[in-house]
T-cell receptor, first 112, second 117 residues
């Protein structure tokens, strides 16, 4: 069955460092992959989308890579800030985007 | 900035009762979704809706669930006979017409926290 795995352990990093989060998937061929941020008790907020034919995408301090051979995406936050502390969700979609599958998320804590 | 809204923010109901969760998607969006998130667990897809019909649904979305777009603005999720295990946060999301950089992006509402007693 389709499976998405994200770092199950929380990630603790020091302010100013780069946070790297991992998303691995099996039994799935996504057309695109998205990263969302979720704060406690709130809905997911879209951050970045990368398509299957793209290797890397950047937006301000965020960077995402997508390796369809390894079936893996890496999400980087550079110059991290305490305000970046949240849960980050990886989500996969096939063409059409009618059924999005989410990973369980990785909790990030950035210490001042 | 346009946003997805949901009402109520919290709903408490007795097991076996019917509940209707309401969503107002972003006005020019054409694709609509419901998800649920049980406390401490992942966001789970329930159903997607396009052109006035269900596009996809998950195994969770059984005969107890239904969706409707009763007018040009609202999108509702009905649970006919609630069970204890339906207690969760329910999120509505909407997406713009396909094509372009933002075509695949889903915008989520703040959620309705449903508690079934």
């Amino acid at each position: 069955s389709q499976k998405i795995e994200q770092n199950s352990e929380a990630l603790n990093i020091q302010e100013g460092k780069t946070a790297t989060l991992t998303c691995n998937y099996t039994n799935y061929s996504p057309a695109y992959l998205q990263w969302y941020r979720q704060d406690p008790g709130r809905g997911p907020v879209f951050l970045l989308l990368i398509r299957e034919n793209e290797k890397e995408k950047r937006k301000e301090r965020l960077k995402v890579t997508f390796d369809t051979t390894l079936k893996q995406s890496l999400f980087h936050i550079t110059a991290s800030q305490p305000a970046d502390s949240a849960t980050y969700l990886c989500a996969l979609d096939k063409t059409g985007g009618f059924k999005t599958i989410f990973g369980a998320g990785t909790r990030l804590f950035v210490k001042a | 900035e346009p946003e997805v809204t949901q009402t109520p923010s919290h709903q408490v109901t007795q097991m076996g009762q019917e509940v209707i969760l309401r969503c107002v998607p972003i006005s020019n969006h054409l694709y609509f979704y419901w998800y649920r998130q049980i406390l401490g667990q992942k966001v789970e897809f329930l159903v997607s809706f396009y052109n006035n019909e269900i596009s996809e649904k998950s195994e969770i979305f059984d005969d107890q669930f239904s969706v409707e777009r009763p007018d040009g603005s609202n999108f509702t999720l009905k649970i006919r006979s609630t069970k204890l295990e339906d207690s969760a946060m329910y999120f509505c999301a909407s997406r713009a017409p396909s094509g372009g950089m933002s075509g695949e992006t889903q915008y989520f509402g703040p959620g309705t926290r449903l508690l079934v007693l």
